[in-house]
C-alpha cells in the first residue's frame, strides 16, 4: 500500500460517510435534540431541585449546567460511535462490508478509515451542539473549543471503536436495541457525565462509585472536560488510548475471514 492509495482510501470513505449524512438529515437533528433537552431541561430542573455544587477539579463554583456540557458532547461521540457500527450492521447485511473488505488494502486499515469517517462527523457534531450551547449563554472558555479538538478526536476514535467491535458480534439490525440498553445507556449514567463521582462516594453508593471509576467513558468526559479548560488529565488519556487500542484490535480479528463474522457466507443448499 502506498500513502497515494492509503489516502485515495480514506478519502473516498470518508466522502460516502459524509454524502450519506448529508441525504439524512433527520440525523443531526436527533443528535443534536437528545444533549439540547438534557442541557436545557434537566440541567436547570437538577440546580434548582437539588442545588449541585460542583468544586473539583477547578476550585471555584461552576453551574451545573456548565459541569454537564463535558458530559453531553461525550453523548454526542457515544450515540454517533453506536450509529456508525448500526450502519456497519447494515452495510454487513447488504454485502457492502464485504466489497469493501476485498479491496487490495489491508484489512485493518479499511476498517480504520471508516472509523475516522466517522469519528469526523462525531466532531463535527459535538461543534455543532457546543454552537447551541454558546446561544444560550453556556459560560465556557471561547480557546476551550480549540483546546477540546484533541480530545474529541480521541474520543470520538475510541468510542467509535467500541462501535466497530459490537458491529462484530451484532449480526442483525433488530439487536441494536438490545445494545442500546445494556452498553450506551450504561456507559452513560453510571459515569461522570451528570455528577462527580466524589457525590456518589460522598451519597454511599460505593458499589457504583466503583463502576464509574472503571467505565472508559468516565475518563472519556474527564478528557474533555480538562481539555476545555486548558488542562490535560494524563490518567484518562491513557485509559482512553488503550481502550482504543484493545477494541479496534479485538475488531480487527473479528472483521478476519479466517477468525470473525465475515468468514460466516451462505452455502447453496
Given at each position: 500500500?502506498?500513502p497515494?492509495h492509503?489516502?485515495q482510501?480514506?478519502?473516498?470513505?470518508s466522502?460516502?460517510?459524509v454524502?450519506?449524512f448529508?441525504?439524512?438529515?433527520?440525523r443531526l437533528?436527533?443528535?443534536?435534540?437528545?444533549?439540547?433537552?438534557?442541557?436545557?431541561?434537566?440541567?436547570?430542573g437538577?440546580q434548582?431541585?437539588f442545588g449541585v455544587s460542583i468544586?473539583?477539579?477547578?476550585?471555584?463554583?461552576i453551574?451545573?449546567?456548565?459541569?454537564?456540557v463535558?458530559?453531553?458532547?461525550?453523548?454526542v461521540?457515544l450515540?454517533?460511535?453506536?450509529?456508525s457500527?448500526?450502519?456497519?450492521?447494515?452495510d454487513?447485511?447488504?454485502g457492502?462490508?464485504?466489497?469493501l473488505?476485498?479491496a487490495?488494502?489491508?484489512r485493518w486499515?479499511?476498517?480504520?478509515?471508516?472509523?475516522?469517517?466517522?469519528?469526523?462527523?462525531?466532531?463535527l457534531?459535538?461543534?455543532?451542539?457546543?454552537?447551541?450551547?454558546?446561544l444560550?449563554?453556556?459560560?465556557l472558555?471561547?480557546?476551550?473549543w480549540l483546546y477540546?479538538?484533541p480530545a474529541?478526536l480521541?474520543?470520538?476514535?475510541?468510542?467509535?471503536?467500541v462501535g466497530l467491535?459490537?458491529?462484530?458480534?451484532i449480526?442483525?439490525?433488530?439487536?441494536?436495541?438490545?445494545?442500546m440498553?445494556?452498553v450506551i445507556?450504561p456507559?452513560?449514567?453510571?459515569?461522570s457525565?451528570?455528577y462527580?463521582l466524589?457525590?456518589l462516594?460522598?451519597?454511599?453508593?460505593?458499589v457504583v462509585?466503583?463502576l464509574?471509576?472503571?467505565?472508559?467513558?468516565?475518563?472519556?468526559?474527564?478528557?474533555?472536560?480538562h481539555?476545555?479548560?486548558?488542562?490535560f488529565?494524563?490518567?484518562?488519556?491513557?485509559?482512553?488510548l488503550?481502550?482504543?487500542?484493545v477494541?479496534f484490535?479485538?475488531?480487527?480479528?473479528g472483521?478476519d475471514?479466517?477468525?470473525?463474522?465475515?468468514r460466516?457466507?451462505q452455502?447453496p443448499?
Amino acid at each position: 500500500m502506498t500513502p497515494h492509495h492509503g489516502l485515495q482510501a480514506l478519502l473516498a470513505v470518508s466522502n460516502r460517510e459524509v454524502v450519506k449524512f448529508s441525504q439524512q438529515r433527520g440525523r443531526l437533528f436527533s443528535a443534536l435534540v437528545r444533549p439540547s433537552l438534557w442541557l436545557i431541561v434537566f440541567a436547570t430542573g437538577f440546580q434548582n431541585v437539588f442545588g449541585v455544587s460542583i468544586i473539583p477539579p477547578y476550585e471555584t463554583y461552576i453551574e451545573y449546567e456548565v459541569y454537564i456540557v463535558p458530559g453531553l458532547l461525550g453523548m454526542v461521540l457515544l450515540f454517533n460511535g453506536m450509529q456508525s457500527s448500526l450502519a456497519m450492521v447494515y452495510d454487513r447485511e447488504m454485502g457492502i462490508m464485504r466489497l469493501l473488505l476485498t479491496a487490495p488494502l489491508p484489512r485493518w486499515y479499511l476498517l480504520l478509515c471508516k472509523l475516522v469517517a466517522g469519528t469526523l462527523l462525531s466532531v463535527l457534531q459535538a461543534y455543532a451542539f457546543l454552537i447551541i450551547c454558546a446561544l444560550f449563554d453556556v459560560d465556557l472558555p471561547w480557546d476551550g473549543w480549540l483546546y477540546v479538538l484533541p480530545a474529541l478526536l480521541l474520543c470520538g476514535l475510541m468510542l467509535g471503536a467500541v462501535g466497530l467491535l459490537l458491529s462484530v458480534y451484532i449480526r442483525q439490525l433488530e439487536n441494536f436495541a438490545g445494545t442500546m440498553n445494556f452498553v450506551i445507556f450504561p456507559m452513560f449514567f453510571i459515569s461522570s457525565a451528570l455528577y462527580p463521582l466524589w457525590k456518589l462516594q460522598e451519597a454511599g453508593a460505593e458499589v457504583v462509585y466503583q463502576l464509574a471509576r472503571f467505565n472508559p467513558f468516565t475518563h472519556v468526559v474527564q478528557l474533555i472536560r480538562h481539555a476545555l479548560y486548558g488542562q490535560f488529565d494524563a490518567t484518562a488519556f491513557v485509559v482512553v488510548l488503550v481502550t482504543l487500542a484493545v477494541c479496534f484490535g479485538f475488531a480487527v480479528l473479528g472483521y478476519d475471514p479466517q477468525r470473525g463474522q465475515v468468514r460466516r457466507v451462505q452455502r447453496p443448499a
